[in-house]
Each structure stands twice: as structure tokens, then as C-alpha cells.
């Protein structure tokens, strides 16, 4: 299902997306679900911002983390050491429940030779961010993409994220945090490698 919406501009008949209205009323389906009246004043114009919030919140479909990655800088004057830029904040929204996760990234990678710019790579963390998710898998998605179009020495990235689905529903326990890593190259074969990467996370490196 994915690549059937993935890489289209939202309103191109081919990309098999509903229509604008079709939104809306589906919208209004679920208010009249929920119990409210979408008819009653201060519902009248909510499908129409759910609809518009949805496109902002989901906007990462229609945005490949390649075109923002592509342009790379080669003067690096022989830097090779860790890049790391942390505490990038994100949200995102669960997949199961389709309701918020709030958290940060950190993300790092061993130049080999190149360098990103660096708000580049906060960017790729919002793409990924402004879809549907699961924790696990935009982890992985982040480093995947910077891994093959940067093909650096290695790439870290770690996220520490709060699910509103535990918090909000089901077992109901606010304030827990999952941590996922995902490691690349060097970061995955040399330890001393990933115990560095968690120190500069931690501030004490």
C-alpha cells in the first residue's frame, strides 16, 4: 500500500488517493460515530481542518529523504571523526492506533570522505517522522537512508520517544520512554565505537 501513495504530489489522480470531500466525509462519519453532531456549530468546519491537519502531519509521503540527502560536501579538510546531532525533536504518529509519538533523534555517521549538511539530516528525521509509524521501524529507516546515499563509514541514530497509545489508552502509564537503536558500519562492528556515540548522547564526552 505504501508505494501505491508514496512519491505523489497529494490530488494526482494517480496516486489512488480520495478526494478532498471524500476526506471530509469520512470525517464526519467518525464524528457521528464517536456520538457528537457534525452538523452542530462547532463541528461545521472540522472536517475540513482535519483534513488540512492530516496533509501537514503526513506530509513525509510526499517527500523522498534521497532529494534532500543528495547534495553532500566533499571539503571536509581530512575530518573523519563522529558527526552527531542529537536532541532532534520529532512527531510522529503510531500506525496501530494512528495517535501522537513525541520524542527526539540522535543521529550520527563516520565521514568517508563526505558530509552532509547538517540540517539535512534533521530533515530526513521529519520525513520519516510525518508518516505513520512504528518506533522500530523509523529508527531503521533513518539510518538506511543517510547509510546508502551518504555511504559513510558507518551511521548511528537512537530515538527516545513517548507513544500517546500507552499513555492515552490501553494500560495507560504516562511518562514511559522506548529507546531503539539502529547501527551501521563501524558503529556495528567496533563497540568502542558505539560506547563513544552514547557518551556524546549522554554529555559527557
Known amino acids: 500500500m505504501d508505494a501505491v501513495i508514496k512519491n505523489f504530489p497529494i490530488g494526482d489522480d494517480k496516486s489512488g488517493r480520495p478526494s478532498q470531500k ?3 466525509d469520512a470525517v464526519r462519519v467518525l464524528l457521528r460515530w464517536a456520538g457528537d453532531d457534525p452538523e452542530r456549530e462547532g463541528l461545521l468546519d472540522t472536517p475540513a481542518r482535519v483534513a488540512k491537519a ?7 509521503y510526499d517527500q523522498d529523504p534521497e532529494d534532500v540527502l ?16 542529537k536532541d532532534i525533536p520529532f512527531y510522529s504518529h503510531c500506525e496501530h492506533h494512528m495517535v501522537p509519538i513525541i520524542g527526539r533523534a540522535h543521529v550520527a555517521y563516520l565521514p568517508n570522505g563526505r558530509v552532509l549538511g547538517l540540517s539535512k539530516i534533521a530533515r530526513v528525521v521529519e520525513i520519516f517522522g510525518r508518516r505513520l509509524q512504528t518506533q522500530e ?9 543517510i547509510d546508502e546515499t551518504l555511504r559513510p563509514r558507518g551511521v548511528a ?13 490501553g494500560i495507560q502509564k504516562q511518562g514511559s520512554t ?3 537503536t539502529t547501527f551501521t558500519g563501524a558503529f556495528k562492528t567496533e563497540p568502542a565505537e558505539q560506547v563513544r556515540f552514547m557518551t556524546m548522547i549522554r554529555g559527557r564526552g
Open 22 to 24: 471524500e476526506a471530509e
Open 54 to 60: 492530516y496533509r501537514e502531519l503526513f506530509s513525509g
Open 70 to 85: 543528495g547534495r553532500t560536501f566533499e571539503e571536509v579538510a581530512g575530518y573523519d571523526d563522529i558527526v552527531l546531532v
Open 137 to 145: 521501524t523509523m529508527t531503521a529507516q533513518i539510518a538506511s537512508s
Open 157 to 169: 541514530v537512537m530515538i527516545e520517544a513517548e507513544h500517546m497509545c500507552m499513555a492515552m489508552r
Open 178 to 180: 522506548t529507546l531503539t
